[in-house]
């Protein structure tokens, strides 16, 4: 069912590539390759592992690659101490070194870009690696996708946050989970009705 909702999705985009303005050289249109796993990448920071493990859901899914958002200094293993830290990072609007590991956006069209809610927003690390890779998200007009857990806060306001920051580009609905709903069968199951929603 899912690969015939891809072709349909593709085959509607194609269709009307002369009404929205896409091409193969600007993808502004975002079921343009939706059937092309290769042109995927989820990048994701994950603190204490139910982003991560979300991440992983995702990729699967879809085929695609995975990169991790790895900050050049680790945070405690101190909850009480990260939360301190995180506050402070986020009222300095900080930018966090990340480690500096190989990435070359070039034949990505699509970034699934996931992360733990942190004070109701994006952790400053997420959006350290989205200012460092702007330049490049940017000219190729990728499609974002942002995906999160939480305790209980909803996605809207990093959405916001990552909006400000890449104003130029397309976002499609994000995936907010539960961190206490982070298991296999659950994830799965709202993983898949998620990316049916978006024609993937
Ligand atoms: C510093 C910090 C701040 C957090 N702020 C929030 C918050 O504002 N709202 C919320 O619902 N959960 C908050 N949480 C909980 C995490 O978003 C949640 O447990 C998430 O699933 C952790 O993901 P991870 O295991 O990938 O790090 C916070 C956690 C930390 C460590």
């Not at 104003?167 to 009705?193: H, M």
């Amino acid at each position: 069912m899912k690969k015939f909702l891809s072709v349909f999705f593709s085959l509607l985009c194609v269709a009307t590539l002369g009404l929205v303005g896409c091409s193969k050289d600007k993808p502004e249109c975002p079921l343009d390759n939706l059937s092309n796993p290769t042109n995927r990448l989820v990048a994701y920071f994950s603190l204490t592992s139910h982003t991560g493990e979300l991440a992983d859901e995702i990729a699967d899914e879809l085929d695609a690659d995975i990169f991790r958002i790895v900050p050049a200094t680790a945070y405690p293993t101190d909850y009480n101490q990260v939360k301190v830290i995180a506050e402070q990072e986020k009222a300095e609007n900080k930018h966090i070194d990340l480690l500096p590991k190989p990435l070359s956006l070039t034949k990505y069209s699509y970034l699934f870009i996931g992360y733990p809610i942190w004070f109701n927003d994006v952790p400053m690390a997420v959006k350290s690696f989205i200012e460092d890779n702007k330049e490049q998200i940017e000219s190729q007009n990728m499609i974002i996708i942002p995906f999160c857990t939480s305790g209980e806060s909803q996605i809207e306001q990093s959405v916001r946050t990552l909006r400000l920051v890449l104003d130029s580009n397309i976002f499609l609905t994000g995936l907010q989970i539960k961190d206490s709903d982070v298991t296999k069968s659950k994830t799965e199951k709202r993983v898949e009705s998620w990316l049916t929603g978006l024609g993937i």
